[in-house]
């Protein structure tokens, strides 16, 4: 191969590395507190294979939220954590099916480690009957973190949290929450605020084709 070739291949294998390292978080279990891992190490599920696109990266961002902001993108299955510099980490979700999801502004109102479950009138009627309450641990449907989602002072009743069905990643079911693993939402957890902005888009907006804010930040 001419000289200039194989500077010019070799100049390229260099970008795509760079580019690679640059837009790829692995995934690890780093945010995780020895009760975590504890409680984690005799949980009553199988570990599930999260597809490639579903784990954790970060990537380009060119939507116009403020650093801290989280996006759920429902129909990608997506949430992003908006960072610096038009970054942002992009975690695989499960989200609700459609008529029953969330979708609009709200705002982090409360953060739990380990929440206890309370199901819902809605819930027991629907998929019931379970307890009134339910102890936080791994066999718990909120996982190993909850966030809250208000609307002004009041609780939406939607939550970011973790998931004891870790194979549901990536899909659309039937609580209107917002799935997460394990590992990723103490992740995120580590990261969120109190009173932080959560954009939920609906159903046909995405963030692959907009980039301005889709809703109006409330105050």
């Known amino acids: 191969m001419p000289r200039l070739g194989l ?19 692995p995934t690890s279990d780093a945010a995780l507190t020895p009760r975590d891992r504890q409680l984690l190490s005799r949980a009553p599920y199988a570990e599930a294979q999260i597809p490639q696109q ?6 380009e961002y060119t939507r116009q939220e403020e650093p801290g902001t989280i ?3 429902t129909d990608a299955r997506f949430l992003y954590y908006v960072l610096p510099d038009r ?21 982090v109102g409360k953060l739990a480690e380990w929440p206890d479950w309370v199901p819902t009138p809605e819930i027991q009627a629907r998929l019931g009957p379970y307890p009134k309450r339910v102890a936080g641990g791994p066999a718990n449907p909120l996982g190993a973190r909850a966030i ?6 009041k609780d939406s009743l939607y939550r970011i949290h973790g998931t004891n069905q870790p194979e549901y990643i990536g899909q659309a079911i039937s609580s209107g929450c917002i799935r997460m693993t394990n ?7 580590g990261r969120v605020q109190m009173g932080s902005t959560v954009v939920v888009l609906p159903p046909g907006q995405s963030v692959a084709s907009s980039t301005g804010n889709v809703f109006a930040r409330r105050s």
Do not use: P, W
Not at 148 to 153: D, F, R, V, W
Not at 183 to 189: C, I, K
């Open 7 to 25: 500077a010019l291949s070799l100049a390229g294998t260099l970008m795509l590395a760079g580019c690679m390292e640059a837009t790829l978080s």
């Open 54 to 59: 579903f784990q954790r990266h970060i990537v």
């Open 71 to 73: 996006i759920v993108d």
């Open 87 to 107: 970054k942002a980490i992009r975690y695989g979700v499960a989200v609700g099916e459609e008529a029953m999801a969330f979708s609009g502004v709200a705002t």
């Open 148 to 153: 809250y989602l208000y609307e002004g002072n």
């Open 183 to 189: 590992t990723d939402v103490a992740d995120l957890y």
